[in-house]
T-cell receptor, first 114, second 111 residues
Framework: DSGVTQTPKHLITATGQRVTLRCSPR?????VYWYQQSLDQGLQFLIQ???????AKGNILERFSAQQFPDLHSELNLSSLELGDSALYFC?????????????FGNGTRLTVT | GENVGLHLPTLSVQEGDNSIINCAYS??????FIWYKQESGKGPQFIID?????DKRQGQRVTVLLNKTVKHLSLQIAATQPGDSAVYFC??????????FGAGTRLFVKA
């Protein structure tokens, strides 16, 4: 058990809808990361927060947004969903910004857009 | 599992043999490298890491080698076991808080 909790485990929704994915980092970790894993794309970095502030951005679509709250949990919001957004979404956390310590991953949220 | 269908490079080894998984990284400025193992239905799990001031690091049954000249990273697994079957990812920290993952290699262990 990595200590990173993601909810829900599975999500099925229709095109055009909006969903929120939630992540609780390991106790003591200040950084939270979001990754998307599709069948043909591997693990794609979306965004990273450190102690509530956005620190790095990857190929995150404008339809997607995230935030990290004062209690350090994070939410990833996906809107105007398209079929191509179907994927596994992983959250990870680390003590620092990943500069000197590995990331610890949750078991992901599987999103299916129909 | 959710990785079925991924068109990943595949390595098939006999149980008990040694496995070598290779990775080419992209950024010559990266200074921290990590190997992860992803089993079906789970998130990536940390295996071993190495910093750019080293060229080799050993763990339990695993060794990571770093060649900065050609930007190449390898993971060696000794006496491979069926439980080692998984997808293996290398990752690099490029500074600026980004950790970027390679495409992954699927390891099959034949009993």
């Amino acid at each position: 058990d990595s200590g990173v909790t993601q909810t829900p485990k599975h999500l099925i929704t229709a095109t055009g809808q909006r969903v929120t994915l939630r992540c609780s980092p390991r106790s003591g970790d200040l950084s939270v990361y979001w990754y998307q894993q599709s069948l043909d794309q591997g693990l794609q970095f979306l965004i990273q927060y450190y102690n509530g502030e956005e620190r790095a951005k990857g190929n995150i679509l404008e339809r997607f947004s995230a935030q990290q709250f004062p209690d350090l949990h994070s939410e990833l919001n996906l809107s105007s969903l398209e079929l191509g957004d179907s994927a596994l979404y992983f959250c990870a956390s680390s003590v620092d910004g990943g500069l000197d310590s590995p990331l610890h991953f949750g078991n992901g949220t599987r999103l299916t857009v129909t | 599992g959710e990785n079925v269908g991924l068109h990943l490079p595949t390595l098939s080894v006999q149980e008990g043999d040694n496995s070598i998984i290779n990775c080419a990284y992209s950024n010559s400025a990266s200074d921290y490298f990590i190997w992860y193992k992803q089993e079906s239905g789970k998130g990536p799990q940390f295996i071993i890491d190495i910093r750019s001031n080293m060229d080799k690091r050993q763990g339990q049954r695993v060794t990571v080698l770093l060649n900065k000249t050609v930007k190449h990273l390898s993971l060696q697994i000794a006496a491979t076991q069926p439980g080692d079957s998984a997808v293996y990812f290398c990752a690099e920290n490029t500074g600026g808080f980004k950790t970027i993952f390679g495409a992954g290699t699927r390891l099959f262990v034949k009993a």
